[in-house]
């Protein structure tokens, strides 16, 4: 079974009375060093059956616009002035911002909803789903446990799960991301509210995964008519599902509009910068050299193309055969029953100068074969070739040495950061490891170097990671990892979770490094448009085996593996006027858990054009 996601109609209504209106509304946080002014006097409306995106990066007000409506707010945040009039079902209408807690708990789930980005945060994770969906319709509902118990079933079937009797029982952490936010869309449409806020629901899901999830939020939206505000920074994904954008900056609305006018004749200067610095998958279609992105203000000679790849020299990186199984035990003695099959004998090398991009779907294997080649988790490899030198058996204490050589930025660098280290001890710390410098005075003119070559300034180094962005935390880790001058750096998901202007700037940075020190990337990312841009050669993983492998432009403009056409497909077109019918299918990805001694048989794959290579025999699996 399919199902479509058609094009949607603008589903304002002239002159109807809105379900959700925001007026002048202020709001302030109260801190030690005083008082913080989040919302400063925005205004905008949502009407029946209408979705507005509230757009904008990080810090912008977005999701304290949220907590407002839903009575939400931190101990430390106080409502300044303005109103925010919410009519319900039955036509009352009621002044949020005057409700006390008990008014607000009768409206919160029955009138209007939340999905947070995070459900593993919101779910109870020693709570069954079934339970969790049960409990929240008899608080509200006020029905008897058989009644609530169809309706939570009913409710998951809407959301397109095929296997609801599965679901009703498991817990949490047994599910994948993509279904973890079904369940959270079904808690949240348990009462069939008449607002439904979304908190940047797809910005952590895989792209696949987000597809399918805007089109269930869609679908569901038009059959019942609801109210929704949709908070995302991705300007892809308003272009797929938006009726109208609010745009917002340090608190204020800068811009709102119909999709249609903000994409194509925005009028604010910031709202222009935030469309520019869109990646859009098909801008690289007749380049076969990686290029910057475009800035705003940046002069045309800096959108050169990057010809750093030296694929005339001898591979500085050759892996045969990796493998990577985590044991699953079970029964009274701890017996090792199962395994699951993490990465699955998968070959790929990485020349000097280039950047060799490894894609695909959360639980696919990427990030874990980043960390196997850090020997961050235990693994096992017929071969792994360093300057052609076999490291594969290399003891603890042999590989050392090497990690000078190979070096790791990840995901979330405030996790990665040591929150109670300045930030030149943490640049100067692998120095001192590695007994490149003695002292940490030593280690400062390295280190005023390296933050000057990251954007940042000397005086930054005294500075603790909780006083930067998260821009500015990611360019502090790359900093550090470039300290030791490695050949290497695996970039594990490092730009995913930035707004898409300093992921830009990040993206240009990584590039303007490996065009100053000739340094090899290996760019682990489920954002095909960035990586269009940045990538000279590109892996699709899935399964934990690589399914597709070959030149970025010949990979993304002639997709050969049906997974890969796939990936491609789902990339939201940042264009609300090219929004393409899909089809999606209802089976999810198959478990890499396997029983002890099952083994998997590595693929055959062919040719099909020069260096770019398809497996024959996974489609299926």
């Not at 106080?78 to 209408?93: A, H, L, P, T, Y």
């Not at 995302?232 to 994904?237: E, K, N, S």
């Not at 990584?510 to 050669?537: K, Y």
Request: with cysteine.
């Amino acid at each position: 079974m399919t199902d479509t996601l058609f094009t949607p109609n603008a589903a304002r209504v002239a002159g109807s009375t809105p379900v959700l209106a925001i007026q002048d509304l202020s709001v302030s946080f109260r801190s030690r060093s005083g008082e913080n002014q989040a919302l400063k006097g925005i205004s905008f409306a949502i009407h029946p059956g209408e979705i507005v995106a509230v757009v904008g990066e990080s810090g912008s007000g977005k999701s304290v616009t949220s907590l407002a409506v839903m009575g939400l707010l931190a101990a430390s945040g106080r409502i300044d002035r303005g109103s925010m009039q919410f009519r319900d079902r039955k036509g009352s209408e009621h002044a949020l911002e005057t409700l006390n807690e008990t008014q607000r708990r009768t409206l919160r789930g029955r009138e209007m909803a939340m999905i947070f980005q995070e459900p593993m945060t919101s779910l109870n994770p020693v709570l069954r789903v079934g339970d969790q969906l049960t409990e929240a319709l008899r608080d509200h509902q006020l029905c008897d446990k058989p009644t609530a118990d169809a309706r939570a079933r009913e409710l998951l079937r809407q959301v397109r799960i095929a296997d609801v009797d599965r679901i009703m029982k498991s817990y949490p952490h047994s599910l994948s991301g993509g279904m973890r936010q079904r369940v959270m869309i079904a808690q949240a449409l348990a009462c069939d509210p008449q607002l439904l806020i979304a908190d940047e629901p797809t910005t952590a899901l895989d792209v696949t995964v987000q597809a399918r999830i805007l089109h269930i939020l869609r679908d569901l939206q038009r059959e019942k008519q609801m109210a929704v505000m949709f908070i995302t920074h991705d300007m892809g994904v308003v272009a797929e599902i938006a009726d109208r954008v609010v745009v917002m900056l340090r608190g204020e609305v800068v811009e709102q509009g119909s999709v249609a006018d903000i994409f194509n004749a925005p009028q604010h200067p910031y709202t222009k910068a935030l469309l520019a610095a869109v990646p859009k998958l098909g801008d690289m279609r007749e380049h076969a050299w990686p290029q910057r992105f475009p800035l705003l203000g940046a002069q045309p000679t800096q959108n050169t193309e990057q010809r750093t790849a030296r694929y005339d020299e001898t591979p500085l990186l050759d892996v045969r055969g990796l493998k990577v199984y985590y044991p699953i035990r079970s029964g009274i003695f701890s017996a090792l029953t199962h395994q699951v099959h993490a990465v699955e004998q998968i070959d790929f090398s990485l020349w000097p100068g280039e950047t060799l991009a490894i894609v695909g779907e959360s639980g696919c294997g990427k990030s874990t074969t980043g960390r196997a080649l850090m020997r961050l988790i235990n693994s096992h490899a017929d071969s792994i070739h360093f300057q052609g030198s076999e490291i594969a058996d290399l003891k603890e204490a042999q590989f050392q040495p090497l990690r000078r050589e190979i070096q790791m930025v990840f995901q979330d660098p405030y996790a990665s950061l040591n929150p109670r280290l300045t930030v030149g001890f943490t640049i100067a710390e692998p120095l001192l490891l590695h007994g490149l410098v003695k002292s940490l005075e030593e280690a400062t003119p390295q280190v005023d170097a390296l933050l000057k070559s990251v954007g940042l300034l000397p005086e930054h180094a005294q500075r603790y990671p909780h006083e930067f962005s998260g821009g500015q935390r990611q360019r502090i880790a790359i900093a550090r990892a470039m300290a030791l001058k490695p050949k290497v750096i695996i970039a594990d998901e490092a730009v995913s979770a930035l707004d898409v202007s300093v992921q830009a700037q990040v993206v240009n940075l990584m590039m303007d490094l490996q065009q100053q020190t000739g340094v090899a990337w290996i760019f682990i990312s489920h954002d095909m448009a960035v990586v269009e841009r940045i990538a000279n050669r590109v892996a699709v993983m899935y399964l934990g085996q690589i399914v597709e492998l070959g030149p970025r432009q010949s990979v993304f403009n002639q997709p050969q593996h049906p997974y890969t056409q796939r990936l491609l497909a789902s990339v939201p077109v940042a264009d609300p006027q090219n929004r393409q019918p899909r089809t999606f299918e209802d089976s999810e990805i198959p478990s890499p858990l396997r029983k002890v001694g099952e083994t998997v048989t590595k693929p055959r794959y062919r040719q099909v054009a020069p260096q770019h290579w398809v497996a024959d025999d996974i489609a299926s699996r």
